[in-house]
C-alpha cells in the first residue's frame, strides 16, 4: 500500500515550458486536491476533485489546470511556466471531500523551480 | 473555516511529553478540530482530529477545553523524529465547497533536544 505517489521528484523548467505532474493514489479515495507550498508557507489549494470527473478550482488555479484521469490519478499542468510557479506541490486524497471529520493523505511533494 | 492561534516554536528534551496548544476562540459547533504535522522535506502527515471529546490514537492525545476555544496536541515522549511543523486547522462539517480546503497557517515549530 503506497498511499499518494508523485512524480517527478525535482523539476527545473525554463519560462514558457510546460509540464505535468503525475499523482496517484491507492487507497480507493473519491476526492483528491493539489496544493503549492512556498517558502516559510502554508499551504494552498490549487485544485481539487471532489470525485471521479468533476474538478474545481481553490484558492490559486490561475496559471494551472488539472485531469482526474480516473479514481485513481490525478493531474495538474503547467501550460507556460512562469518563476511564481517555483514551489514545492503536494497532491493529496481522502475519502470523502465535503465535512470536516475527513483526513487527508499527502505525497510527497515535487520540488520545481521555473528559471 | 474559523481562525486558529499557535506559538511559533516550542522546545522540548527527548522522551518527555510535549503540550502544544491551538487557540480557536470562534470555533462554531459544527467545527471538527485537525492536526497535521509536516516533518523537514516531507508533505503533511494526519495526526488527529476530534469534535468535542478528547481523543486518543497511536500518535498522540487530543485535548479540548469543555468551551472548545482552546485544544492541546499531546505527544506523550518526544523522539527526535517528532522534531516537526504542527499545524492546527478547523473544518466545519456541514460547509460546501469551501470545507474541501485544509487551511494551514504558520503552525508551531517543535523542536526534540536530544
Known amino acids: 500500500n503506497a498511499g499518494v505517489t508523485q512524480t517527478p521528484k525535482f523539476q527545473v523548467l525554463k519560462t514558457g515550458q510546460s509540464m505535468t505532474l503525475q499523482c496517484a493514489q491507492d487507497?480507493?479515495?473519491?476526492?483528491m486536491y493539489w496544493y503549492r507550498q512556498d517558502p516559510g508557507m502554508g499551504l494552498r489549494l490549487i485544485y481539487y476533485?471532489?470525485?471521479?470527473?468533476?474538478?474545481d478550482k481553490g484558492e490559486v488555479p490561475n496559471g494551472y489546470n488539472v485531469s482526474r484521469l480516473n479514481k485513481r490519478e490525478f493531474s495538474l499542468r503547467l501550460e507556460s511556466a512562469a518563476p511564481s510557479q517555483t514551489s514545492v506541490y503536494f497532491c493529496?486524497?481522502?475519502?470523502?471531500?465535503?465535512?470536516?471529520?475527513?483526513?487527508?493523505?499527502f505525497g510527497p511533494g515535487t520540488r520545481l523551480t521555473v528559471t | 473555516d474559523a481562525k486558529t492561534t499557535q506559538p511559533n516554536s516550542m522546545e522540548s528534551n527527548e522522551e518527555e511529553p510535549v503540550h502544544l496548544p491551538c487557540n480557536h476562540s470562534?470555533?462554531?459547533?459544527?467545527?471538527?478540530i485537525h492536526w497535521y504535522r509536516q516533518l523537514p522535506s516531507q508533505g503533511p502527515e494526519y495526526v488527529i482530529h476530534g469534535l468535542t471529546s478528547n481523543v486518543n490514537n497511536r500518535m498522540a492525545s487530543l485535548a479540548i477545553a469543555e468551551d472548545r476555544k482552546s485544544s492541546t496536541l499531546i505527544l506523550h515522549r518526544a523522539t527526535l523524529r517528532d522534531a516537526a511543523v504542527y499545524y492546527c486547522i478547523l473544518r466545519d462539517v456541514h460547509s460546501g465547497a469551501g470545507s474541501y480546503q485544509l487551511t494551514f497557517g504558520k503552525g508551531t515549530k517543535l523542536s526534540v533536544i536530544p
Open positions: 493529496a486524497s481522502s475519502p470523502h471531500g465535503q465535512g470536516g471529520s475527513y483526513e487527508q493523505y
Open positions: 487507497m480507493n479515495h473519491n476526492s
Open positions: 476533485s471532489a470525485s471521479e470527473g468533476t474538478t
Open positions: 470562534t470555533i462554531s459547533g459544527t467545527d471538527y
